[in-house]
């Protein structure tokens, strides 16, 4: 009983040391990383991610002041694993300031000690989020005439984009899609949404640590957007 | 195809000059596909964004066009002998008449070629594409050709311009699509490649070859479709080809 609880004791303690190391890298970098980047997406392989790792990316961004992080579920495993995934993220936020967010979840939040804290809103999506919901927006504009005004034969991408905004939460356009091993793929992760996304490459054996992830924001920071210009 | 304009700057040369060494590269590129034996190949000349840029560009750009569309008609031969089908995906109505004629000229009089199929997105961008076939579909709907219920992932991927690529390589170092076949590359490999588009050689190519060859992922379940769908699909088609013809009328 004793042991267990030294055991215990001590886990918590060594967890403490390691997050807090890692947070205080990322906190290092923050500075020198300018570029905007308000969603982050990670193209999630459960077969080679662990929830570990994916609750390590959500606290690190959480650090870094990122407002959205997406996991785009591959292989179909992780939705199933959703609340498994809030418990782990629950389990390495001790300590570290700042709010969770997640959409049918309570908030984490955490001491800030007076310090403005970062709030992160954690989403799972998955292949049904992307074609399937733009087939449902088609359905609705051949039903209601409403939603099928436009100002020409055919709709501009802005006016498609409206009646689009309507059926999808208000989460902005992802900035940067993190995929690791040696295939860059979609896999059908929202399509109308990621015209101006960076795909980055987090590593080629599919590892996910505090260096790779600061290195992949660094190549995000240096590619520049002309907007067609 | 990116990076003419850095390559022009490299090379302090005229914008200009960059663009038409570009084009220079996509024969060669194209000679290297029909020998490799790829029956359809895609590429991205002029996004609706480009539009922006400053007019001398774009009209220098649209010059471009025109001359290597002309180009093109007087070695009509040539090209029939090849057998390759020019197809230009893009809003045309945003293009100088002029140009939107030679462009329905080219594609009416290749359209039976099949040994290769090339297809240049001009005035486009994916999000206008998917626009696009989702008019036809509503007002597919509106006729009564189809249903509701006959709207579905397959039907859209065939309402669009462009069919589903295996493989898209994007040079100049750029990580992203820019609004280029968004709903098409679902299961495609995406290769990006370091090389500035006018240095692209056989072996940037034959690289991107080989990591697809490699990597390349199972493909995506597919539905047939119903009587419906075929229909409007034919419909569609022949619309299409209808509008072609309609803009070399107007405009002679």
Not at chain 2, 170 to 184: A, I, K, Y
């Given at each position: 009983?004793l042991?267990?609880?030294?055991?215990q004791?001590?886990f918590v303690?060594?967890?403490?040391?390691t997050?807090n190391?890692?947070?205080m890298t990322?906190?290092?970098?923050?500075p020198l990383?300018?570029k905007?980047?308000?969603?982050?997406?990670v193209?999630?392989d459960?077969?080679h991610?662990?929830?570990?790792?994916?609750?390590r990316?959500?606290?690190?961004?959480?650090?870094f002041?990122i407002?959205y992080?997406s996991?785009y579920d591959?292989?179909?495993?992780?939705q199933k694993?959703?609340?498994?995934?809030?418990?782990?993220?629950?389990k390495?936020?001790k300590g570290i300031p700042?709010?969770?967010k997640?959409?049918?979840?309570?908030?984490?939040?955490g001491?800030s000690?007076?310090?403005p804290a970062n709030?992160i809103s954690?989403n799972?999506?998955s292949?049904n989020?992307g074609?399937?919901?733009i087939?449902?927006?088609?359905?609705?504009?051949?039903?209601d005439?409403t939603?099928s005004?436009r100002s020409s034969d055919?709709?501009?991408?802005?006016e498609?984009?409206?009646?689009?905004?309507?059926?999808?939460?208000?989460i902005p356009d992802?900035?940067?899609?993190?995929?690791?091993?040696?295939?860059c793929?979609?896999?059908?992760?929202l399509?109308?949404h990621?015209r101006?996304?960076?795909f980055i490459?987090i590593?080629?054996d599919?590892s996910?640590n505090?260096n790779?992830?600061?290195?992949?924001?660094?190549?995000?920071?240096?590619?520049?957007l002309?907007?067609?210009? | 195809?990116?990076?003419n304009?850095r390559?022009?700057?490299?090379?302090?040369?005229?914008?200009s000059?960059?663009h038409?060494?570009?084009?220079d590269k996509?024969s060669?590129?194209l000679k290297?596909?029909?020998?490799l034996?790829?029956?359809e190949?895609t590429?991205?000349a002029?996004?609706i964004?480009?539009?922006?840029?400053?007019d001398e560009e774009?009209?220098?750009l649209m010059?471009l066009a025109?001359?290597?569309?002309?180009?093109?008609?007087?070695?009509m031969?040539?090209?029939?002998?090849?057998?390759?089908r020019i197809h230009?995906a893009?809003r045309?109505s945003?293009?100088p008449l002029?140009l939107?004629?030679?462009?329905s000229?080219?594609?009416?009089?290749?359209?039976?070629?099949?040994?290769l199929?090339?297809?240049?997105?001009?005035?486009?961008?994916?999000r206008?594409?998917?626009?696009?076939?989702?008019?036809q579909?509503a007002?597919g709907?509106?006729?009564e050709?189809?249903?509701t219920?006959d709207?579905?992932?397959?039907?859209?991927?065939?309402a669009?311009d462009?069919?589903?690529p295996e493989l898209l390589?994007?040079?100049?170092?750029?990580v992203?699509?820019?609004d280029?076949?968004?709903?098409?590359t679902?299961?495609?490999?995406?290769?990006f490649?370091?090389?500035?588009?006018?240095e692209?050689?056989?072996?940037?190519?034959l690289?991107?070859?080989i990591?697809?060859?490699?990597?390349a992922?199972?493909?995506?379940?597919?539905?047939d479709?119903?009587?419906n769908?075929?229909?409007?699909l034919q419909?569609l088609?022949e619309?299409?080809?209808?509008q072609l013809?309609?803009y070399i009328e107007c405009?002679s």
């Amino acid at each position: 009983m004793l042991s267990r609880l030294i055991r215990q004791v001590l886990f918590v303690l060594l967890h403490l040391v390691t997050v807090n190391n890692e947070v205080m890298t990322v906190l290092g970098h923050v500075p020198l990383i300018t570029k905007e980047l308000k969603h982050l997406v990670v193209l999630v392989d459960t077969d080679h991610h662990t929830l570990t790792d994916l609750a390590r990316v959500v606290i690190w961004s959480l650090v870094f002041g990122i407002s959205y992080v997406s996991f785009y579920d591959i292989t179909g495993k992780l939705q199933k694993d959703e609340e498994n995934l809030f418990v782990e993220v629950e389990k390495q936020k001790k300590g570290i300031p700042g709010c969770i967010k997640w959409s049918d979840k309570p908030n984490l939040n955490g001491y800030s000690n007076g310090i403005p804290a970062n709030t992160i809103s954690v989403n799972i999506l998955s292949y049904n989020d992307g074609r399937p919901k733009i087939i449902k927006c088609l359905q609705q504009i051949s039903q209601d005439k409403t939603l099928s005004i436009r100002s020409s034969d055919e709709f501009t991408s802005q006016e498609l984009d409206r009646t689009l905004k309507t059926i999808y939460p208000s989460i902005p356009d992802p900035n940067l899609v993190l995929y690791s091993g040696p295939l860059c793929c979609t896999h059908g992760l929202l399509p109308w949404h990621i015209r101006l996304t960076e795909f980055i490459q987090i590593s080629i054996d599919h590892s996910i640590n505090v260096n790779n992830y600061l290195g992949a924001l660094y190549k995000y920071n240096k590619c520049d957007l002309r907007f067609g210009k | 195809m990116d990076g003419n304009r850095r390559y022009a700057k490299k090379l302090s040369v005229k914008t200009s000059d960059g663009h038409s060494k570009g084009f220079d590269k996509l024969s060669e590129t194209l000679k290297w596909c029909l020998d490799l034996g790829i029956p359809e190949v895609t590429v991205y000349a002029f996004s609706i964004e480009n539009f922006k840029r400053s007019d001398e560009e774009v009209n220098a750009l649209m010059d471009l066009a025109r001359d290597k569309f002309q180009r093109l008609l007087d070695a009509m031969d040539q090209i029939n002998d090849w057998g390759v089908r020019i197809h230009v995906a893009g809003r045309m109505s945003l293009l100088p008449l002029d140009l939107c004629k030679m462009v329905s000229q080219a594609m009416l009089a290749t359209r039976h070629n099949n040994k290769l199929r090339l297809n240049i997105a001009y005035a486009y961008t994916g999000r206008d594409e998917i626009s696009r076939a989702a008019s036809q579909i509503a007002d597919g709907v509106n006729h009564e050709d189809i249903t509701t219920y006959d709207i579905n992932e397959e039907l859209v991927s065939q309402a669009l311009d462009l069919g589903p690529p295996e493989l898209l390589i994007r040079t100049s170092g750029e990580v992203r699509l820019s609004d280029f076949m968004l709903w098409q590359t679902a299961n495609t490999v995406l290769y990006f490649s370091d090389a500035l588009w006018p240095e692209f050689t056989v072996w940037n190519l034959l690289l991107a070859i080989i990591h697809f060859q490699r990597y390349a992922p199972p493909p995506l379940p597919q539905k047939d479709n119903n009587g419906n769908q075929d229909e409007f699909l034919q419909k569609l088609e022949e619309k299409r080809l209808q509008q072609l013809k309609n803009y070399i009328e107007c405009s002679s």
